[in-house]
């Protein structure tokens, strides 16, 4: 890099147009949304150990295949089953949104 191109000018050659994007890092979208998913999780699963809540927890049966409340079995399959989620979701926006802002104008 040359002392003109240092303080950010561009070249002579570059074209009046300059795209910038910025892209979404897959793994740290994964992580993100994966531990996102399982503190959801978390607090869900407790907030049904407090008596007197009208929350309902049948969402968790619909989204999460094979849980079942207050067993320890169904516990972890469900703090499995967040963790992949966040991946799954990651492993299939980051890269189609990463396609769509490089050829988008």
């Known amino acids: ?13 570059a074209p009046n147009r300059v795209h910038s994007v910025l892209l979404i ?17 978390l607090i869900c699963v407790m907030t049904y150990l407090i008596p007197g809540l009208p929350i309902s927890h049948a969402m968790l049966t619909i989204f999460l295949p094979g ?6 079995q169904g516990f972890f399959l469900g703090l499995i089953e967040s963790f992949a989620g966040g991946w799954f ?4 926006f980051g890269p189609l949104y ?3 802002a490089l050829r988008w104008p």
Request: without cysteine; glycine residues 6%; neutral net charge.
């Open 25 to 41: 890092p897959v793994m740290a979208l994964g992580m993100a949304l994966s531990l996102f998913l399982v503190i959801s999780y």
């Open 67 to 72: 849980f079942v409340l207050l067993n320890l």
């Open 89 to 92: 979701v990651a492993l299939i």
């Open 1 to 13: 890099m040359d002392a003109a191109n240092f303080g950010g000018t561009l070249p002579k050659s």
């Open 98 to 100: 990463n396609f769509f």
